[in-house]
């Protein structure tokens, strides 16, 4: 009788592979559930994350709007426009408008003098300069102007 060599370890071992391979699969559903398990209790803490967030955001804005709420009854802003706020009557209130666009009409023609006053000044010296650079230039300003 010829005898076949087979290794018994070989036959063990691959019964071995086979039992890993099917823990392996068992446990990979095991863990997928796992996972999915943690997954899930991750994704609900990050949405009450967000949520305590948006609460403390609207919370903010709330305080925020309250305080503005507050500066508007202390200061009426439809008021202001007919100067009750001021307690002016009507004719107080035009009186005070007639004055403030005097005031600002002036304003408007000192800057507008101003203006004009630099920019003479600014000539005045580039004039100067250029005469200063240039002898011929000099000698005619000083003929016909007196500079």
Do not use: C, P, S
């Amino acid at each position: 009788m010829a005898t076949v060599g087979v290794d018994i370890g070989q036959i063990f071992q691959a019964g071995a592979d086979t039992f890993n391979t099917a823990v392996n699969w068992l446990m990979y559903g095991q863990e997928k559930q796992i996972l999915d398990t943690y997954r899930q209790e991750d994704l609900a803490l990050a949405e009450t994350l967000r949520q305590d967030q948006l609460a403390r955001e609207r919370l903010a804005a709330e305080f925020k709007e309250r305080e503005f709420g507050m500066a508007e009854e202390a200061f009426d802003f439809g008021k202001y426009k007919w100067g009750q706020e001021f307690g002016f009557t009507k004719k107080q209130y035009r009186d005070q408008m007639k004055r403030q666009k005097e005031i600002d009409k002036q304003n408007k023609e000192l800057l507008a003098y101003n203006m004009k006053e630099h920019g003479l000044d600014k000539m005045h010296n580039e004039i100067l300069e250029a005469a200063n650079k240039d002898a011929a230039l000099k000698d005619t300003l000083l003929t016909r102007y007196g500079v």
